[in-house]
């Protein structure tokens, strides 16, 4: 089979369980798939639409208060969605982008692997209370995101090196607030939050890694990358949530950030890029 029609295939499954079981397939058969360009596709609509309700970002229940049952399913639920959003940016970064090394399919099918593991295992709370994903409302911030992304460039550092690493300075906080909750499902949630940030560094320096690469494939000098990281971030409005008052430095630097990097976001992008 062609890699880039299973992933198309993946990236087009109506159903969470059906994306999920073609991931992993990918990730199993892997070395044994051809790799025959093809016409590229692109979705018109997620696919999560067919299960879920899409709302305005700011109307979609994010578990504010973790008291209840509810509480918490809509907590688990915006995570979910956020990690089944990233099986399918992980699948458009492999199948939209073309004549790359093998090694750089192999890194985003992984990470989609991961990104379904994550799912899962959120989707698994969810059941616990009662609730599965698509039972609330979502947004489609990330789809969107992945839709207007189409130079690898700025692809590479607006999704692995932005929205990944904002997910890097948030679960920190996340980890903190559900801690303090009393609810009996807590300790599993803070497993998978663990769980969460240590793949998900993984998955930023992935991204760290092909950042460089395309730098150096357009020929721009070690000392200006940063700057070009930064200069993409601007060019494409990117912003930090409210919430973000503190870049998780330690998890940043593991996943490839440089301290001058963390310092200049510090300084300059917490304070003065438009703010969500």
Same mark, same amino acid.
């Given at each position: 089979?062609?890699?880039?029609?299973?992933?198309?295939?993946?990236?087009?499954?109506?159903?969470?369980?059906?994306?999920?079981?073609?991931?992993?397939?990918?990730?199993?058969?892997?070395?044994?798939?051809?790799?025959?360009?093809?016409?590229?596709?692109?979705?018109?609509?997620?696919?999560?639409?067919?299960?879920?309700?899409?709302? !305005?970002?700011?109307?979609?229940?994010?578990?504010?208060?973790?008291?209840?049952?509810?509480?918490?399913?809509?907590?688990?639920?915006?995570?979910?969605?956020?990690?089944?959003?990233?099986?399918?940016?992980?699948?458009?970064?492999?199948?939209?982008?073309?004549?790359? !090394?093998?090694?750089?399919?192999?890194?985003?099918?992984?990470?989609?692997?991961?990104?379904?593991?994550?799912?899962?295992?959120?989707?698994?709370?969810?059941?616990?209370?009662?609730?599965?994903?698509?039972?609330?409302?979502?947004?489609?911030?990330?789809?969107? $995101?992945?839709?207007? $992304?189409?130079?690898?460039?700025?692809?590479?550092?607006?999704?692995?090196?932005?929205?990944?690493?904002?997910?890097?300075?948030?679960? /920190?906080?996340? $980890?903190?607030?559900?801690?303090?909750?009393?609810?009996?499902?807590?300790?599993?949630?803070?497993?998978?939050?663990?769980?969460?940030?240590?793949?998900?560094?993984?998955?930023?320096?992935?991204?760290?890694?092909?950042?460089?690469? $395309?730098?150096?494939?357009?020929?721009?000098?070690?000392?200006?990358?940063?700057?070009?990281?930064?200069?993409?971030?601007?060019?494409?409005?990117?912003?930090? /949530?409210?919430?973000?008052?503190?870049?998780?430095?330690?998890?940043?630097?593991?996943?490839?950030?440089?301290?001058?990097?963390?310092?200049?976001?510090?300084?300059?992008?917490?304070?003065?890029?438009?703010?969500?």
């Amino acid at each position: 089979m062609n890699f880039f029609t299973l992933l198309y295939q993946a990236l087009k499954a109506t159903s969470a369980e059906e994306k999920c079981v073609l991931v992993q397939d990918i990730y199993t058969h892997f070395y044994s798939l051809k790799f025959v360009d093809e016409p590229i596709l692109l979705l018109q609509k997620p696919t999560f639409a067919n299960f879920c309700t899409i709302l !305005p970002k700011h109307k979609v229940p994010q578990g504010k208060v973790l008291k209840t049952d509810l509480n918490f399913a809509h907590l688990l639920h915006s995570i979910a969605h956020i990690e089944f959003c990233a099986i399918d940016l992980a699948l458009d970064c492999a199948y939209r982008f073309r004549n790359l !090394p093998l090694q750089y399919y192999f890194d985003w099918i992984e990470v989609a692997k991961e990104e379904v593991q994550h799912f899962l295992a959120l989707q698994h709370l969810l059941n616990l209370l009662g609730y599965q994903y698509g039972d609330f409302g979502v947004h489609t911030t990330l789809f969107d $995101c992945m839709q207007n $992304c189409n130079i690898l460039l700025d692809r590479i550092a607006i999704i692995p090196r932005g929205m990944e690493a904002i997910g890097l300075d948030v679960n /920190p906080f996340l $980890c903190a607030k559900v801690n303090a909750s009393k609810h009996p499902i807590k300790e599993e949630l803070l497993k998978v939050l663990n769980t969460l940030l240590k793949e998900e560094i993984s998955h930023v320096s992935k991204g760290d890694k092909w950042f460089h690469y $395309c730098c150096n494939v357009e020929k721009i000098p070690i000392k200006e990358h940063s700057k070009t990281y930064f200069d993409i971030l601007q060019k494409h409005h990117f912003s930090f /949530p409210k919430a973000n008052s503190l870049l998780n430095a330690k998890a940043r630097l593991k996943a490839g950030f440089t301290q001058e990097e963390i310092e200049y976001l510090e300084q300059n992008h917490l304070k003065n890029i438009q703010i969500k």
